[in-house]
């Protein structure tokens, strides 16, 4: 039975002890602009120490057998269960996510872990002769560095620290300086799972990232984030041939065919265009409805984006809590700046109240032209773009437009009609009536600039290794 973790004190976790450092800093609550408690503020010296930790723990680790590696990652994931409660409140404090949301984020974490153990990596026997056989299997890279953004960190971290330790790797988490209390705690209970400096976790300022992505001792970056700061982290890996898989942002299109069910989807569709404060990648970002429909759908998505509640994400049926941080809410201040700059119409909203958080009341924009700046940046805050489209082929390469392509999905009764558009979506994941359905088993990343690899799936676990062909000759 793991043991009940505390979720008032805070530290580093390298080669399986708690370390604290000199200085500390501490996140915000974005409900009230409380600080949160302390946590480290990582060196140089702290993280050369989790490297070499690291790289001696992946001589053995290397060798263990999926089975055991499996074992135990399945036991720290019914660890992270039994501590859900303090997990998801952890989450609310640091986050800003309504509680509800939070619990489902930690609820995926288990699912995740499993289901990414759960993928057989077999061995591809290219030849098999009598005298010669020709393999290709799949080996561990080594030290893993996972950087964390502060919007799903308990997922995004989990999905990095069990596809890294199923494949062979050790991993180094860095969790973003605005969220970084559930990762330090989710590193401190893998201790009592994993050999020390298998899992390890470093809480920083925004000098430690550069610091990680230099590192000469570190093999991989896994890094989910802005496309800025990936093309970053791409340009520091460089320096080392390290390898990369970038999960960067998203613009994603929705496209809404004449003969849907207006009624049915849209508490789906406003859903999936709001949820976590639309701070998703993956979020419906632009929403492109049929002009047959267009008044009716509009109507309907204001009256039911009335609905859901704006507020603390402790307080009961909160739907939309604060954006996370000040940066966000500065960022989402100057979007909202352009709404009467550019003379667009809002159909809901369209301002930001003055508050003890950073709140922002949803705003929907009423058909603004494709040239718009709450059409072309992704806002990253609960703002969006309605627009009307009549031509297949045109609405088609409006959604194409951007150099974003992470998510797009398309909604129709007529489903070889809807497949057919889907297919000539340009983004790393294609919805048919649906939006943001995921898997740990199924392949998630962008095209175009909004990233580099996968996460996720057999494709995302091997990203995680190293592709080794074995020449396997019985004679001289």
């Not at 399945?74 to 986050?95: P, R, Y």
């Not at 509800?100 to 002769?129: A, C, F, K, Y």
Request: charged content about 20%; aromatic content about 8%; overall charge negative.
């Amino acid at each position: 039975m793991a043991a009940q973790l505390d979720f008032s004190t805070f530290h580093n976790v390298i080669n399986n002890e708690l370390t604290q450092t000199s200085q500390t800093r501490h996140g915000i609550n974005p409900a009230n602009s409380q600080p949160n408690p302390p946590v480290p503020v990582s060196t140089q010296e702290d993280l050369d120490a989790a490297v070499k930790a690291a790289r001696v723990a992946f001589k053995t680790w290397a060798k263990t057998s999926f089975e055991e590696r499996r074992k135990a990652l399945s036991a720290w994931a019914d660890a992270i269960e039994a501590n859900a409660s303090g997990f998801a409140k952890t989450l609310t404090m640091e986050q800003g996510k309504p509680l509800s949301q939070s619990s489902v984020e930690v609820g995926m974490s288990g699912t995740w872990i499993r289901g990414l153990s759960s993928i057989e990596i077999p061995d591809n026997v290219i030849e098999e002769t009598e005298d010669r056989t020709i393999v290709q299997r799949h080996v561990p890279l080594g030290v893993v560095g996972g950087i964390v953004p502060w919007n799903f960190p308990i997922l995004l971290a989990v999905g990095k620290i069990a596809a890294a330790l199923y494949t062979g790797n050790t991993i180094i988490v860095k969790p973003s300086p605005f969220t970084p209390y559930c990762d330090l705690k989710l590193a401190e209970l893998a201790i009592q799972f994993f050999p020390p400096g298998v899992v390890q976790c470093l809480s920083g300022d925004d000098t430690l990232g550069p610091m990680i992505t230099d590192h000469p001792d570190i093999d991989k970056i896994s890094f989910t984030g802005s496309i800025l700061t990936g093309k970053r982290v791409m340009a520091s890996c460089a320096k080392t041939l390290k390898r990369v898989t970038l999960e960067l942002g998203g613009n994603d299109p929705a496209i809404i065919c004449e003969d849907v069910d207006i009624d049915a989807i849209i508490p789906k569709i406003g859903i999936l265009s709001y949820l976590c404060s639309s701070q998703i990648c993956m979020m419906i970002k632009r929403l492109y409805v049929h002009e047959k429909i267009y008044d009716e759908f509009l109507d309907k998505l204001v009256t039911f984006v009335k609905t859901l509640k704006v507020g603390d994400g402790t307080e009961e049926d909160t739907f939309f809590g604060p954006v996370q941080n000040e940066i966000q809410f500065e960022k989402a201040k100057d979007l909202f700046s352009s709404l009467s700059t550019e003379s667009l119409k809002t159909a809901l909203g369209g301002s930001i109240e003055n508050s003890h958080g950073y709140y922002i009341h949803p705003t929907i924009v009423d058909n603004p032209p494709e040239s718009s700046r709450v059409v072309q940046e992704e806002a990253f805050a609960p703002i969006l773009p309605v627009l009307k489209w009549s031509d297949e082929d045109d609405v088609l390469e409006r959604a194409n437009a951007l150099k974003t392509g992470l998510g797009s999905s398309v909604w129709s009764k007529d489903f070889d009609r809807a497949t057919r558009m889907a297919d000539q979506l340009q983004s790393g994941s294609v919805w048919v009536n649906s939006h943001f359905d995921v898997s740990p088993t199924a392949p998630m990343g962008g095209h175009k600039e909004s990233g580099m690899g996968m996460e996720w799936g057999l494709t995302g676990l091997l990203t995680y290794c190293n592709s080794q062909t074995r020449w396997l000759k019985k004679s001289f």
